[in-house]
Every structure is written in C-alpha cells, then in structure tokens.
C-alpha cells in the first residue's frame, strides 16, 4: 500500500469538493525555504520578539503562512495582507512593529509603505517538512506554475506552506478570488491559470471557493460541473433552497443540486500513516443534479461565487 497519504486518498475515492475552507484574513510572508519547519508560520531562524509577534497576530484572527520562491535574492521580504490585497517590502526587524499593528486597521499600516497587490497570487503548496506528499507532488506543481506565470505574465507564482488538506496534493490557493485547488498535475497548469484570468473556477481540481461552508462548496462546485457539461460556464450564484437543496445559476440557466450526508474513512496525513493510526471517518457530502432550469427570481438573495 502507498506511503503517501495523497495516493490513498485519491485510492479510496475522497471527493474534493468541499475541502476549500479557507479563513478570509491572510498574512503571506517571504521567508527563505532552507529554514522552513513543521509549523506553517515559525521558521528555524527567528528570533523571539519575531515569533511572540506571529502568535500575537494569529491570535487577533490572521492567518500567517511563509512563502518563497527559487532564484531570488533580496535584502527585504515581501509581505502580502489580504483581503485588503497590499503588498510590503520590509526588513526582517521591522516584522514585530509591522505584526503589531495589523490589528489596529489600514491606517496603521501607513508608515510601512503598503502598495497595492494588483498581481493574483498563486500560493503552491510545497511544504515538505510539513508533509512528504506537498513536497513530491507540490514542487513539480510549483515549477510548472511558475513557469506558465512567467510566459504569461499575468500572475505572482509562490511556493507556500501548508493551505490544508495534505492528502489532496498538490494544493493551490489563488487570492484573491480566494479558490482552491487539489490534486493538481504539472499539466493542469496552464488550464488553471486560464480559467483564473477569466475569473472562473478550474473544475477539474476545484475544492470549492472558501467562504461557503462544506455543503455549499459541494453543491457550488456540482452544479458548476453540470452546467460546464452543457456548454454553460460563466458568473454563478449560489442558492439555498431548503434542507440539502441549493440552485446553483449561470445566466439565465440554473442547476438544482440536492445533498445527501456520506462518510469515509482515510488518513489525513502523511505522519499518520507512519505512525499507525487507525484511518479516521470524516463526512462526505454527494449531490445529484436535476435536470436544467431557466432561471427564475429567487425569494432569497443569492451568493456570488
């Protein structure tokens, strides 16, 4: 049996629809990769006041992940914060005052000199010391990206540390549209980053989008598929319309998707199938998809996605 939680999870049948929760508040920072750890925030090499700050501002409700990228070498780090999308060029002593200030608001961030992020991240998970799976599949994800990024030119290619999810490497996240992906092969990446700078969804690998909740990114992402079957891609919205039913609408077509509650058990990670734990059951949702509608106007208002 494979050593490798990502193979037995695609094995086993693990849907990836509904795995793209995400919190809505990020803090990217570059970070070299040589000194990366287990811990997606702390690196081997910072100082105390560094890491006291890091904790200080997950605690106020950011997310923090580091990021690089090969080939480049700068005397300061370039720091990402969305979702207000700004970008920071910042030397590593000034990362404490910079982590304090978060919190008390844009206007705070002035004296750092925030510039506006115009360029969509694409984060590439790449995180081996974390998983074994993100740095196999990850890295050959990460230079295929990058190199498709650079011929078009339209997009901020990073290697990233864990986004969640191991056993679905390799793992995108792309901001700000705030997508995510999984079980993504070098050859997906030119289509990815197609559907991207169209503003849609890459449906072959798509998690969901990550302010719905698990049931919502299922149905999002099945009616989705549906609809793309019959030639129908563009802008949709999301609906709930009763327990387990939502209608998913593009234009003037609309796709009613109904949920059914599932389970199935796997392992998370990599480290659990070496120490031998015993696979954990998680719910699954399954949809099935009526045939189309034309879109009439809902009583509640719809979700963007």
């Not at 989008?209 to 129908?232: C, F, M, N, R, T």
């Not at 209608?247 to 058990?265: D, F, I, K, W, Y």
């Amino acid at each position: 049996m494979s050593r490798f939680c990502s193979e037995r999870s695609l094995a086993a049948g693990e849907p990836l629809a509904g795995t793209g929760i995400h919190p809505a508040r990020n803090l990217l920072i570059q970070w070299p990769k040589a000194k990366w750890r287990h811990s997606l925030r702390i690196a081997a090499d910072m100082d105390e006041a560094l890491v006291t700050a890091l904790e200080d501002v997950v605690a106020a409700g950011w997310r923090v992940n580091l990021i690089d990228r090969k080939g480049e070498s700068r005397e300061t780090l370039q720091v990402f914060l969305y979702p207000e999308a700004l970008s920071f060029e910042l030397r590593a002593e000034t990362l404490p005052a910079f982590l304090a200030a978060i919190p008390m608001g844009v206007d705070a961030l002035a004296p750092f000199g925030p510039k506006p992020a115009r360029t969509p991240l694409v984060l590439c998970c790449t995180h081996g010391k974390h998983d074994r799976c993100c740095a196999k599949f990850g890295f050959a994800l990460y230079r295929a990206m990058a190199g498709e990024a650079e011929a078009r030119g339209d997009f901020d290619v990073w290697e990233a540390t864990h986004l969640g999810g191991c056993r679905l490497a390799a793992s995108v996240l792309v901001l700000p549209s705030m997508r995510k992906y999984g079980r993504l092969a070098p050859a997906d990446a030119p289509a990815l980053l197609s559907a991207e700078a169209a503003g849609l969804p890459y449906l072959k690998c798509y998690r969901g989008a990550s302010h719905l909740d698990g049931p919502a990114q299922v149905a999002e992402v099945a009616g989705l598929q549906h609809l793309a079957s019959q030639g129908i891609c563009g802008t949709a919205t999301l609906r709930e319309t009763g327990a387990g039913r939502y209608a998913v609408t593009v234009g003037a077509s609309v796709a009613h998707v109904s949920l059914t509650e599932g389970s199935m058990s796997g392992h998370g990670t990599c480290s659990d199938i070496d120490g031998a734990k015993p696979p954990a059951t998680k719910t699954i949702w399954l949809a099935s998809v009526e045939p189309l509608r034309e879109a009439t106007t809902p009583n509640t208002p719809p979700t963007k996605t």
